[in-house]
């Protein structure tokens, strides 16, 4: 075993090593979720695939733990461990992008912002996070919601290919001809099977002026809202992307003094069309009652991209569900938590299903569910962490109360640690099956455990 107060070397390494001494090393192990403060023995950022496998072979014989770090948005802190090895895949940002394939080989250090830029560069796009830091590699991992999920289906559908180095140091290529149980189990599976090192994407044209924007109402609206969305939404061409935020804006003056400042309401969409067509497919939605804000006009993919509200460092609680319905009594506990905000940044997030995603065979890949009508988040974010139980007490309130709706399938890539059987959730008893033997194949020692893991046995 190292010591902490040894300066490592890993051989072949041509990255940068941030050791607890170094000057870099607060910044490298920061994640977005604050809540998380883990100390790494070493953190390696990789400039290669090549990199990564010294890193690897460095951690299997000191003894380290190991995690991965994408670009550390996950709620878990997981992309970080305490007293092991973080290899961190900051330093491989790398995008090629093939305008008349419409493809690209993406780096998985990449984060979604740049990612959309140098797609958009050529037109193109695939559906991605709705925020600019996240990272690819740990949202495409564990699927991958986004603004065009309706229209192209998630982040892993659109996966033709991936680089991987597995959990004994090789370099592999899973896609549907090579390794295809392996290429199975990334879409959907999260960082189980090695780490990824570059994704090929197949990629959509969009035109260059989409429809897009929030429809902001009064809170007290907030049951009417949803019951439109609810009865509107999941019928709505493919094209048409949105999600309801219960959530508080901030007081600007582009928001009229009924919603700004205050719990409000947020109907976003997105066309992912021609900026006329959008205007007829949304036309349903837009005209249930006269918002107190219509920010929905020109826009581009890009820029729509990057109008999520970001708090990095902020202590966050989310937990998810998916629901088949939103039956009125469902509705009401939703308003009734709307007009109550356990803090401003809090945004109870109501993601539409249906579209082309839905339509996707269930076995395609490992993702767990296709079917389910609504996508809840409860994510709960604030600054004081004397306000840790309560603000987790309250988010998990409004959750369980809105259980009994729940299809029982979990979005993973919305919750924090919720223990295995949440896990096991969010795939179902058969693609847990599935994953297991995957995993018993690819890493049967489970190397690779810091994430929302599935063990060859199905003990940690
Ligand atoms: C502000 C914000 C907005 C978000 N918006 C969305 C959204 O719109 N849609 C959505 O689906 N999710 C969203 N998420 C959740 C997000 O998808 C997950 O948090 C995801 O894990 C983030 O990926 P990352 O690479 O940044 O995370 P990391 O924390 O770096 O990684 C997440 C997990 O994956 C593993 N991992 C990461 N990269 C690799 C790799 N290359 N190979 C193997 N394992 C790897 C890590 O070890 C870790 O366990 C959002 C999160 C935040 C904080």
Same mark, same amino acid.
């Given at each position: ?232 939404? #999941?019928? %709505?061409? @493919?094209? !048409? &992307? ?10 600007? /003056?582009? *928001? $009229? ?32 009652? #006269?918002? %107190?804000? @219509?920010? !929905? &006009? ?10 999520? /509200?970001? *708090? $990095? ?39 539409? &299903? ?12 490992? *993702? ?93």
């Amino acid at each position: 075993m190292i010591e902490a107060e040894t300066i490592p070397r890993i051989d072949g390494f041509q990255g940068t090593l941030f050791d607890r001494n170094h000057p870099g090393y607060d910044e490298a192990r920061r994640v977005y979720n604050g809540m998380f403060d883990r100390r790494p023995l070493l953190v390696a950022r990789c400039s290669s695939a090549d990199d990564v496998i010294a890193a690897l072979a460095y951690a299997r014989r000191e003894r380290l733990p190991v995690s991965v770090y994408g670009g550390g948005h996950a709620v878990t802190g997981l992309a970080v461990c305490d007293d092991g090895l973080c290899v961190d895949l900051r330093g491989m940002k790398g995008i090629a992008v093939d305008p008349v394939a419409r493809t690209c080989r993406a780096g998985a250090g990449l984060t979604w912002g740049e990612f959309d830029q140098a797609t958009a560069a050529h037109g193109l796009a695939v559906t991605g996070g709705r925020a600019t830091s996240t990272g690819i590699s740990g949202l495409a991992l564990g699927s991958g919601s986004g603004w065009l999920e309706r229209k192209m289906g998630f982040t892993c559908d659109n996966l033709i290919k991936v680089e991987l180095v597995t959990a004994d140091g090789r370099e592999v290529v899973a896609s549907e001809i090579e390794n295809p149980d392996l290429f199975w189990g990334v879409r959907g599976g999260g960082g189980n099977f090695g780490v990824v090192t570059a994704f090929h994407f197949r990629l959509m044209q969009l035109p260059a002026r989409l429809l897009g924007g929030a429809l902001v109402y009064p809170v007290e609206m907030a049951a009417e809202v949803i019951r439109n969305f609810r009865d509107v939404f #999941p019928g %709505a061409p @493919d094209e !048409v &992307g949105g999600a309801i935020s219960l959530t508080s804006t901030p007081d600007a /003056p582009i *928001f $009229p003094s009924s919603v700004r400042g205050r719990a409000a309401v947020l109907v976003h969409l997105l066309y992912a069309g021609e900026y006329e067509a959008g205007e007829f497919a949304t036309a349903a939605i837009r005209a249930f009652g #006269p918002p %107190a804000a @219509d920010l !929905v &006009g020109p826009t581009s993919y890009v820029q729509f991209q990057a109008t999520t /509200p970001l *708090f $990095p460092g902020s202590r966050n609680y989310w937990t998810a569900d998916f629901y088949d319905d939103l039956p009125d009594e469902a509705v009401d506990i939703l308003a009734v938590a709307a007009r109550d905000p356990i803090s401003p940044h809090t945004n109870i997030f109501i993601a539409p &299903g249906g579209g082309y995603a839905s339509r996707i065979p269930e076995d395609a890949n490992a *993702f767990g569910e296709r079917r389910a009508l609504f996508n809840i988040h409860f994510l709960a974010s604030w600054q004081d962490a004397s306000f840790d139980a309560e603000g987790t007490r309250r988010i998990k309130a409004v959750s369980t109360a809105m259980k009994p709706w729940s299809t029982g399938r979990v979005y993973l890539n919305y919750i924090g640690n919720e223990g295995q059987a949440r896990i096991d959730n969010a795939f179902g008893p058969t693609k847990v099956a599935r994953l297991r033997e995957l995993k018993a194949k690819w890493d049967p020692e489970n190397f690779f455990c810091n994430n929302q893991n599935i063990s060859p046995t199905g003990q940690r």
